[in-house]
């Protein structure tokens, strides 16, 4: 992979480079989409050769500020990387300038999620369908982190219906957070994966990232906001109707569900179904249907999707519409 080094005068200027709790780090790596190493007073940068060449140039320009002033301040940060995004190549689209915690570049793998990433770029409003495995919501929030951490939004919202996949849990114990627990949990397990546990509490604690229950979304406004509902094929339509009117100035909405898993009644429609179909003309609305193609999970969720697929005949999706 290629490499390149920038050195400092000292270790010192490196730790102000950085910033309190290496948040200034986080976010040029990020946005940039590069690895960055310390070894003594040098750093060196990993990634392709284009994002290393503005890493580079990001990374100069915040050195010189700092060997001149002693002191690296917010605002300037965020100028330096403005001033550099705007010329970023039309490719950033299908890219996402982000690395989980093991420190693993995370981008799209298939065709299927090539298409569901440029969507969520290019669109204020995305339906994605799919079966199990295929990066729906993971693919979302890494875009949703990704863009809070280039400041394109202030905060993040992950919500999901608090319905049972075909059994009843009964009484939960605790207060109503703990009773929800357990269905916002699967969101929790996606932020933990992409980001250490420090970060997620701060963010939490900060409410800089939320989660909630689709219930608790009756009444708000979100600006500003990347909104994430995830198992929207559990949504009645009078609850998606709910939830896409929330949506504030500057923010966006994805909805990911697989409308083959459908826990709903028998008698009552998905909201993700009638959703997609309802507003398929809509301009600035983009619906992604990925298939068992796109499974990037164990090898044998592939296996299992198909066999269940070749048994079922596709039944559970309810007429759901084939995405365009």
Sequence with gaps: MPEATISFADHDQIRTLFGAR???????????GIDVVVRGDELHLHGDRPRIERGLKVFNELRDIVEKQGQLEEMEVSRVLADELADEPAASETTIDLFDRTRHHVGPRSAGQLEYVRAIKRNELVFCTGP?????TYLAVATAISALRCEQVRRIVLVRPAVEAGEKLGFLPGDIFAKVNP???????????????????????????????????????????????????????TQMKMFLTRMGERSRIVVAGDVTQ????????????????????????????????????????????????????????????RAK
């Design 22 to 32: 290496d948040e200034f780090l986080r976010r040029v790596r990020d946005c940039i």
């Design 132 to 136: 199990a495995g295929c990066g729906k």
């Design 183 to 237: 269905y916002l949990r699967p969101l929790l397990d996606a932020l933990n994966d992409l980001l250490d546990f420090e970060t997620v509490q701060r963010y939490l604690d900060k409410d800089v990232i939320e989660i909630v229950p689709l219930a608790f979304m009756r009444g708000r406004t979100l600006n500003d906001t990347f909104i994430i509902l995830d198992e929207g094929q559990n949504t009645t339509v």
């Design 262 to 321: 459908i826990d709903l009644p028998e008698h009552i429609g998905s909201g993700l179904v009638d959703a997609v179909a309802r507003l398929a003309n809509v301009r600035g609305v983009a619906a992604v249907e990925m298939t068992g193609r796109d499974i990037v999970r164990h090898r044998l969720v592939k296996e299992i999707v198909r066999a269940y697929d070749r048994t079922s005949g596709g039944r559970g999706a309810r007429s759901a519409p």
